[in-house]
């Protein structure tokens, strides 16, 4: 699928409403909010090897936003740079992965959903990355799919 259907697809998919939420880390010592609009690109399940490994686990939920959305309002999340233009943050107490940040340049921040105290909220909308998912792993929604990311067919 070109680029622009795929976008497309997702104009029509992703909630164009903005989002407060708040969220943190498995002991408590990250707290954050987010406030705004999802990228158009909106939120996904990713089944990248590196979120894979990252998170210790088969696919990896996120929601995308523009890189002010996120207020780190309690601690101070470890980071760790995954990829040349990336950073990857996690909490250095209990090791809780919870931000992908594209930094060079400064792009998009991604949140990890599990993290948010209501996980509900926010559902993928797109499958990505699925040349590499596991195998046993039966996922049946959303059915649209990326073999590889969101920028490449
Ligand atoms: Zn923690
Ligand atoms: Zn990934």
């Not at 680029?3 to 909630?15: C, L, P, Y």
């Not at 207020?71 to 233009?85: F, N």
């Not at 209990?94 to 949140?111: H, N």
């Amino acid at each position: 699928m070109a680029g622009g259907a795929f976008e497309a697809i997702r104009a029509q998919t992703v909630s164009a409403s903005a989002v407060d939420v708040t969220g943190g880390c498995q002991c408590g010592a990250v707290r954050f909010r987010v406030v705004g609009r999802m990228n158009a690109h909106g939120a996904m399940l990713c089944h990248c090897r590196m979120c894979q490994r990252a998170h210790g686990a088969p696919a990896v939920a996120w929601a995308s936003f523009p890189p002010e959305a996120l207020q780190v309002t309690q601690g101070t999340p470890t980071r760790y740079r995954s990829s040349p233009p990336a950073e990857r943050h996690f909490c250095a107490t209990c090791g809780t992965p919870l931000f992908f940040i594209w930094t060079e340049p400064p792009r998009y921040t991604d949140i990890a959903l599990a993290c948010l105290d209501d996980p509900a909220t926010i559902a993928p909308t797109v499958q990505i990355w699925t040349d590499s998912k596991t195998p046993w792993l039966e996922i049946t929604t959303p059915a649209a799919t990326r073999p590889h990311g969101l920028t490449s067919d």
